[in-house]
């Protein structure tokens, strides 16, 4: 789609588009009246209709995305993740840095979700779909770790299948065997892989699992706590929400039952918002944008390395300019 239509259905999308121009433009700031003009001018009014909008009528439904992103500062974190700040009582967001830790990170997943991870995921040599199953076990093993006791995480997906990729696409069942063998000696349960669903093709879809989280007790026994999550990046992932099913899966590929069944867990590289308490329902633990920032506290380097390297070509790809200080002008959206 193009520029997002000036509806108050569409405020996550307008709030992103804001942050994308404010990437793009001399200063590295934009205001609600920039973005209002942009809106105005791209001629989608309230009702989806193709005629031009009125500013007096747009600006309040961009005020209202501007203060989703004064929530979004304080949901990433209390301690000052969020790279963007607002000043002008609300009514101007700015770029605190481009290249800290903090700012590469959440970039990284603003474009995974602008971009067109079909067609565009391949940046700098790096797989972006793949960098983000990467990073949300480190956002899982993170988030369950503790001073007393650390979890670890396993990455199930598409570092298990490079090809295919099409859900439909047939697996051998050697390969994936061979997966769930090492996620059950990941678990220290399960004993291995049985097919017991008995079924003759196995599909990329037949897993749904992209990574896994243990915390283990001490006295390693049985029952530690697992969860089981799958990744989205870009925005057509809604009516996957509540697709892995962790009793099923562990009931239809795993020789023996774990004694604590693995919790469902979700992350999207989106920024969820209005929508958020009937996904979550769905979801499970339901990790968006700003719940992966939060948690983002120990990624490794070689990780942050590689996620900067994508970043810095799908701004170009995105964003459509060579030095990222263009002027502001309409972007276009996966």
Not at 110 to 138: H, P, S, V, W, Y
Not at 231 to 257: A, H, I, M, Y
């Amino acid at each position: 789609m193009k520029v997002p239509p000036a509806h108050w259905a569409h405020l996550s999308q307008i709030a992103d588009f804001a942050e994308l121009e404010c990437l793009r433009s001399t200063g590295r700031d934009v205001s609600v009246t920039d973005v209002a003009r942009v809106l105005a001018r791209s001629g989608v009014a309230q009702d989806d209709t193709e005629r031009p909008s009125d500013d007096d009528k747009v600006r309040p439904i961009v005020q209202e995305a501007f203060d989703d992103i004064a929530l979004r500062a304080r949901h990433c974190g209390a301690d000052s993740r969020y790279p963007f700040s607002l000043s002008d009582s609300g009514a101007v967001i700015h770029l605190k840095s481009m290249t800290s830790d903090e700012s590469i990170l959440y970039q990284y997943l603003l474009l995974a979700t602008r971009l067109n991870m079909q067609l565009q995921r391949i940046q700098a040599k790096e797989d972006g779909t793949k960098l983000f199953e990467l990073l949300c076990g480190e956002v899982a093993k993170n988030f369950f770790s503790s001073r007393s006791q650390a979890a670890s995480s396993l990455v199930f997906g598409t570092g298990r299948i490079e090809k295919p990729r099409d859900n439909e696409a047939e697996v051998k069942e050697t390969e994936f065997a061979r997966s769930v063998d090492e996620l059950c000696a990941f678990m220290e349960e399960g004993n291995g892989f049985e097919n017991h669903s008995r079924s003759t093709r196995i599909t990329a879809k037949d897993g749904r699992l992209d990574v896994v989280v243990r915390k283990p007790f001490s006295d390693g026994r049985s029952g530690h706590f697992l969860g089981m999550g799958q990744c989205k990046t870009g925005t057509n992932w809604r009516n996957s929400v509540d697709s892995l099913q962790p009793e099923n899966f562990v009931s239809k590929w795993v020789r023996t039952r774990p004694a604590f069944v693995p919790i469902r867990m979700f992350f999207v590289a989106e920024r969820v918002g209005s929508e958020w308490t009937d996904l979550a329902m769905d979801a499970g633990l339901f990790f968006d944008r700003c719940r992966i920032i939060e948690n983002a506290d120990f990624v490794s380097s070689d990780l942050r390395k590689k996620i900067k390297s994508w970043v810095e070509a799908g701004r170009k790809s995105l964003l459509g300019e060579d030095d990222n200080r263009a002027p502001l002008k309409i972007v276009i959206f996966s």
